[in-house]
């Protein structure tokens, strides 16, 4: 399985790709799509494009998006919430299944814990991606959320062959 996991935004959006055989998982490429400022609708079709090109070049068979998380400013959540419109389109136009995970569930996944620091998680993200070069912390995020998506889809795979024993 091959997963992308994707990590939202306006300015830079960010993307990991990650290997997953058996219970091991190898990094494949990571990066940020970014935008500069301008209308919204044309570093929407940036973000887009730049996702697309994602894809096309690293092949994924799952997707993986942090959710949104609502704060103060209300303008600034709308616009984050565009720019995860287009996180959540471009791998479904793509045929792929996506998974949604909070930020907290994936930090519990990478670390332990559910309310990690950013360094914490950067930090699980080398140790479990050994010789890994992050684009940026975008792109960290983006890892860790692929690698809690690995992390769900290995439990599913067991329990699905679990009840399959059962029923045998």
């Known amino acids: 399985m091959r997963v992308l996991g994707?990590?939202?935004?306006?300015?830079?959006?960010g993307w990991g790709v990650v290997d997953v055989v058996?219970?091991?998982?190898?990094?494949?490429?990571?990066g940020q799509c970014t935008t500069v400022q301008g209308?919204?609708?044309?570093?929407l079709c940036s973000l887009f494009d730049q996702l697309s090109a994602v894809i096309t070049c690293?092949?994924?068979?799952?997707?993986a998006v942090e959710q949104t998380f609502v704060n103060r400013d209300g303008a600034g959540t709308l616009k984050l919430g565009?720019?995860?419109g287009i996180a959540m389109l471009v791998p479904a136009q793509a045929g792929l299944e996506v998974g949604e995970y909070a930020p907290n569930a994936v930090k519990k996944a990478v670390?332990?814990?559910?309310?990690?620091?950013?360094d914490q998680v950067e930090h699980m993200v080398r140790l479990q991606l050994p010789g890994v070069d992050l684009a940026g912390p975008d792109?960290?995020?983006?890892?860790?959320?692929?690698?809690?998506?690995?992390?769900?889809?290995?439990?599913a795979a067991h329990l699905t062959a679990a009840v399959a024993r059962g029923a045998a």
């Open 6 to 13: 994707i990590d939202p935004g306006l300015r830079s959006m």
């Open 22 to 30: 058996g219970s091991r998982i190898k990094h494949v490429a990571n």
């Open 111 to 118: 670390v332990g814990v559910g309310h990690a620091a950013k």
């Open 82 to 84: 565009q720019a995860r």
């Open 139 to 155: 792109a960290t995020d983006a890892l860790a959320i692929a690698i809690c998506h690995a992390h769900h889809a290995q439990s």
């Open 58 to 63: 690293y092949a994924p068979t799952q997707a």
């Open 39 to 43: 209308p919204l609708g044309g570093r």
